[in-house]
T-cell receptor, first 110, second 114 residues
Framework: QKEVEQNSGPLSVPEGAIASLNCTYSDRGSQSFFWYRQYSGKSPELIMSIYSNGDKEDGRFTAQLNKASQYVSLLIRDSQPSDSATYLCAVREGSYIPTFGRGTSLIVHP | EPEVTQTPSHQVTQMGQEVILRCVPISNHLYFYWYRQILGQKVEFLVSFYNNEISEKSEIFDDQFSVERPDGSNFTLKIRSTKLEDSAMYFC????????????FGPGTRLTVL
């Protein structure tokens, strides 16, 4: 059974701070790693994908992958109230079907 | 920008009734998916569809579920005899070609079974 674990939160950060979201996964054969943002009542929206160890930056977002530790994280710099959402970690092994975590709720307060 | 659309946005039905959830994937996409998300739970894969047949399905996708691409644009999920525990958000997603991971999600249909 493939597992993707996330702290459900909520993680509360002040506006302008760095939000750090973490995810661990059980399947060592996992190849692709994703972060989705999901606003309440809405569908998941892909914000980052990462495939190799290290950091990948896209604007205010940085994804970090450590396959040895089976750990992937998302950093959001200069957090804004509009970043308040649930962030879903998803992991893919062989097929193109991702396994999702339950998500971490992020609250950015002014 | 092209997007996946789903109808209806909200469906209320009585237990035991059949429902059909409809999706229009992005027009040049070849791979189609259904997911569900029970309130407060994780997004769960139901089924994938390619070249007019199911390519993968999960344990959730039992005999009461079926999918169809009745024409060149629609992709449907049918639940034959709904149960209370089928109440969830159902998301359709599509992907364009083989060597890309990106799936584009529709806005979802909220199914409420009474």
């Amino acid at each position: 059974q493939k597992e993707v674990e996330q702290n459900s939160g909520p993680l509360s950060v002040p506006e302008g701070a760095i939000a750090s979201l973490n995810c661990t996964y059980s399947d060592r054969g996992s190849q692709s790693f994703f972060w989705y943002r999901q606003y309440s009542g809405k569908s998941p929206e892909l914000i980052m994908s990462i495939y190799s160890n290290g950091d990948k930056e896209d604007g205010r977002f940085t994804a970090q992958l450590n396959k040895a530790s089976q750990y992937v994280s998302l950093l959001i710099r200069d957090s804004q109230p509009s970043d308040s959402a649930t962030y879903l970690c998803a992991v893919r092994e062989g097929s193109y079907i991702p396994t999702f975590g339950r998500g971490t709720s992020l609250i950015v307060h002014p | 920008e092209p997007e996946v659309t789903q109808t209806p946005s909200h469906q209320v039905t009585q237990m035991g009734q059949e429902v059909i959830l409809r999706c229009v994937p992005i027009s040049n996409h070849l791979y189609f998916y259904w997911y569900r998300q029970i309130l407060g739970q994780k997004v769960e894969f139901l089924v994938s569809f390619y070249n007019n047949e199911i390519s993968e399905k999960s344990e959730i996708f039992d005999d009461q579920f079926s999918v169809e691409r009745p024409d060149g644009s629609n992709f449907t999920l049918k639940i034959r005899s709904t149960k209370l525990e089928d109440s969830a958000m159902y998301f359709c997603a599509s992907r364009d070609r083989q060597n890309t991971d990106t799936q584009y999600f529709g806005p979802g249909t909220r199914l409420t079974v009474l």
